[in-house]
């Protein structure tokens, strides 16, 4: 599985961004596929996740509520709707992905992953 994340870029706080992963090999439907992120100088965190069949959505509390993860499994794309951001969401954002039934919130669950882009928001 090939992982490639996109739509990341500068907004200002308050605003919207949509990254995208796709996905590409074989089975994306069984995928269950997650977002991570990474800010300077901290550890990578847990945003959203989503199971292979997408009844099941997780967050972190930090974006509960004002990021949404969807998926189209006809596409073999995930998608990471980002809105009402703050400056403290800038990171460079993963999609990971791994095959199994649950949406997964631990980074260690996931075997694949997508080489990150950069969201950043100024104040």
């Known amino acids: 599985v090939q992982l490639q994340a996109s739509g990341g870029g500068l907004v200002q706080a308050g605003g919207s961004l949509r990254l995208s992963c796709a996905a590409s090999?074989?089975?994306?439907?069984?995928?269950?596929m997650g977002w991570f992120r990474q800010a300077p100088g901290k550890e990578r965190e847990f945003v959203a996740a989503?199971?292979?069949?997408?009844?099941?959505?997780y967050y972190a509390d930090s974006v509960k509520g004002r990021f949404t993860i969807s998926r189209d499994n006809a596409k073999n794309t995930v998608y990471l709707q980002m809105n009402s951001l703050r400056p403290e969401d800038t990171a460079v954002y993963y999609c990971a992905a791994d095959y199994g039934g649950s949406a997964y919130t631990a980074s260690r669950e996931y075997g694949y992953w997508g080489q990150g882009t950069q969201v950043t928001v100024s104040s």
């Open positions: 989503i199971s292979w069949s997408g009844g099941s959505t």
């Open positions: 090999g074989r089975a994306f439907s069984r995928l269950a």
